[in-house]
C-alpha cells in the first residue's frame, strides 16, 4: 500500500476479503486507486484489513472485518472503504492483527475488533464492532508500534527496489527501538 502525495492510496497484493479497497477481490500485481476520496493523511493496515486517515479527522477502513475491526457496527466484509461509526478528530491510526486503534486530538485512544486477550483495553474481553475508548489512558500523540513514513514513486517501481526499502526500514527500527 501506497500514499502519494497527493492524497490519493493505492494498493495491490492479495485481496481475499477486499483489503485493496478497489471494490473488488481479485488479486492485483500492479497498484490499483484505493476508492476512498483524496485528501487521506495516513495510512495503516492489520491483517486483512485496512484504514485511511483523512485530513478532516475522520478515519475509513476496509477488507476483512470479522470482530468488527473495520469500526462500521457489523462484521460485514467490505471492498471499498467505509467510514469507523462515530469517531472524528483523529490523528494518529495504527492496525493490530485483528483490531484497529486511533488517538483523538485530545489525547484519548479509541480502539475496535478483536478482544479475545484484553487487546483493546476497555477492561472486557468482548469483541467491539464499534470504536470503544481504552480505560484510564489520555494525554497520547501517536499510537502503533512503528510510525514510519514511506514515500514509493508508483511507476516504475520493482519488487526488488521495495525489499530493500523494507530491509532498510527494518534496519532502522531495530536502531530506535529499545526494549524497557
Known sequence: MALKSDGTV???????????GDGTTTNRSVPVRV??????????AGSYHTMALKSDGTVWAWGQNSNGRLGDGTTT?????????????IVSISGGYSYTAAVKSDGTVWTWGQNNYGQLGDGTTTDRAAPVQVSGLSGIVKNGYFNIKVQIAISGITSEKIYLIMAEIWSDVKKNVSVN
Open 10 to 20: 493505492w494498493a495491490w497484493g492479495h485481496n481475499l476479503f477486499g483489503q485493496l
Open 35 to 44: 476508492s476512498v476520496s483524496s485528501g487521506i493523511a495516513s495510512i495503516a
Open 77 to 89: 466484509d467490505r471492498a471499498t472503504p467505509v467510514q469507523v461509526n462515530s469517531l472524528n478528530g
